[in-house]
């Protein structure tokens, strides 16, 4: 009986130790699906994580930097691992000399087996961005939220040009902020020239989640820049990796804002630099025009509360003279050449934010100015208001039912300011966008080729394109071919003297109208099927719009009810 009792005994100890043993080899084989093996690029004795990137359906992605040398690239697994590539067991620190890109492998990590494929950019800088609690989590909970961050900044070729140990990483946009891919800023401790842009502390990370082409905001900075405008922002790709983690293609570019290598005015002589915006504005930065428009101060922080009124009356004169019909050539108020330039730019990127949202202006020598140029990402025909490359845009002063914009439309409508935009056209822009542009848009092209293929790969099916109906998908061919479409049009419109009436129409409900321009008595011809199957009301007369009819005058069409 006492043998019986202490062979039970015996068992039940070999069951639990058998168990216990069971329990650390399922722990060991059984490793959760986020531990994943962590690759490391080097140069310049450097060493930067690159994490893998699930993407949920079976799929996972190395995305190497430019700079990274697979030759060189090693890899880590975690402790007491079992991992296997290719039914070869991944060693701490093994070497990946052997690998190659694009081509798929199989990743298996305890009991799961997933594609691993290695893509590689290519032209492209790259900037690796660590966050002080190693994730993005509070960033993205809280835009106004700042994380410290150490940043590391390395050419195409792997030649470091900026590193800091303290920086600050913040969200902002509005609309942009809600998409998944979203923009940032970063705030230095020191003064960083980066990618030999000039010194300054802030940088915005433009992540151009509107624009599948990458294209509309490096495009507008350089064209303005060609043409000559006072200051215009630079922006330069970069390939972005938050805590090792490619994050996409993302353009980094200068903040506009203030400062002896920026914007250079002077606030303590009473200069300032305001932006007209459709968005929320902190009542102490705000400024509201007698007709109800909202403008941004933005060096609110430098000026007394008496200076404030008087840079809002001074805003006031400014929008006066705007809607006035006074021959603006001489009116010292307003520099008239700036406000020209940056219509025309506006209207050739067809953006249908210009007037509204982003459309900064600035008071320096006595006189307003408008610009710099910002925020681009949703022209060059992407969303349904621009589509239409034959069409105005920027001067239609109702581009919905509930946003009215009459600074562009008086602007246009005034005999001097449409004479100046002529002459400007055909002397400084014509030549840039006839001799330029194209060749322009092929060098971008090239340049970022393999960089937007990852971020294509990174955020398939998780921009907006897929979740709004507003946006449209483009490429680099698709862009260029609008360009030379627009281009055509305005200079049939501004060279040739051809007279255009624009004519509405409201495709969601006052949310979304495509425009088309048709010569003054002629009758408008639509291919639209979703337009021609539709009967149109007149919005200012109620009448049925017939088709036939010659069209003398602009007009906003609005859906029959019946």
């Known amino acids: 009986m006492g043998e019986t009792l202490k062979m039970k005994r015996k068992k039940s100890i070999a069951l639990l130790c058998a168990t216990l043993l069971g329990i650390i080899i399922f722990c060991i084989l059984c490793v959760p699906a986020e531990v994943r093996p962590v690759f490391y690029v080097y140069n310049q004795n450097n060493q930067e994580k690159i994490q893998i990137y699930d993407a949920g359906d079976g799929n996972n992605y190395v995305f190497l930097p430019a700079y990274a040398d697979i030759e060189q690239m090693t890899v880590s697994v975690p402790q007491h691992s079992q991992m296997m590539l290719n039914n070869v067991r991944i060693d701490n620190e093994m070497s990946c000399r052997n690998l190659a890109l694009e081509t798929p492998y199989e990743l298996k990590v305890g009991n799961e087996t997933v594609k691993l494929w290695f893509y590689q950019s290519k032209n492209i800088p790259a900037l690796h961005i660590d966050t002080e609690t190693g994730s993005m989590d509070k960033i993205h909970e809280d835009k106004r939220y700042e994380e410290a961050v150490s940043v590391s900044l390395y050419t195409a070729e792997g030649k470091l040009d900026f590193a800091q140990s303290t920086a600050l990483l913040t969200g902002r946009g509005n609309t942009t902020w809600t998409y998944n891919k979203r923009p940032y800023t970063l705030k230095l401790l020191d003064d960083g020239n980066l990618l030999n842009m000039g010194n300054a502390k802030k940088w915005v990370l433009l992540a151009n989640a509107a624009d599948q082409s990458h294209l509309n905001n490096k495009l507008v900075f350089d064209l303005a820049k060609r043409v000559g405008m006072e200051w215009s922002p630079e922006g330069e790709y970069v390939d972005v990796y938050f805590n090792g983690e490619y994050h996409g293609l993302y353009l980094l570019a200068e903040k506009v804002e203030i400062s002896s290598d920026r914007l250079d005015i002077k606030p303590n002589e009473g200069e300032f630099l305001c932006e007209m915006t459709s968005g929320e504005v902190e009542a102490a930065k705000l400024i509201r025009t007698k007709n109800g428009r909202n403008c941004e101060l933005h060096n609110q922080e430098m000026v007394s509360a008496e200076q404030m009124k008087g840079m809002a009356s001074l805003v006031d004169e400014l929008e006066s003279v705007i809607l006035s019909d006074a021959d603006l050539t001489t009116v010292d108020l307003l520099d008239l050449d700036s406000w020209a330039c940056r219509y025309i730019i506006d209207e050739i990127a067809a953006n249908v ?32 208001q621009s589509r239409n490359p034959w069409s105005f845009v920027a001067n239609n002063y109702k581009r919905s039912a509930y946003s009215v914009l009459p600074y562009y439309h008086a602007l246009y409508h005034n005999q001097s300011f449409q004479k100046r935009v002529r002459e400007i056209f055909h002397e400084q822009f014509l030549p840039v966008l006839e001799e330029q542009m194209n060749d322009a848009i092929d060098k971008l092209v090239e340049e970022i080729q393999a960089a937007e293929r990852m971020d294509n790969l990174r955020w398939e099916n998780q921009t907006p394109h897929e979740q709004s109906s507003a946006l449209i998908r483009t490429n680099p061919e698709t862009v260029k071919s609008y360009i030379n479409a627009r281009v055509d049009f305005l200079k049939s419109a501004w060279i040739d003297g051809k007279e255009y009436c624009t004519v509405q129409f409201d495709m969601k409900n006052g949310w979304e109208y495509v425009n088309y321009a048709v010569e003054k008595e002629l009758c408008l011809s639509v291919s639209d099927e979703n337009i021609n199957s539709v009967d149109w009301i007149n919005t200012a007369t109620g009448e049925q719009f017939d088709f036939k009819q010659p069209i003398t005058e602009d007009l906003v069409l609005t859906k029959s009810e019946e």
């Open 353 to 384: 934010d210009s007037d509204r949202d982003s459309s900064y202006f600035y008071f320096a020598d006595g006189k307003f100015h408008a610009g710099p140029v910002w925020d681009y990402d949703k022209g060059f025909g992407n969303c349904q």
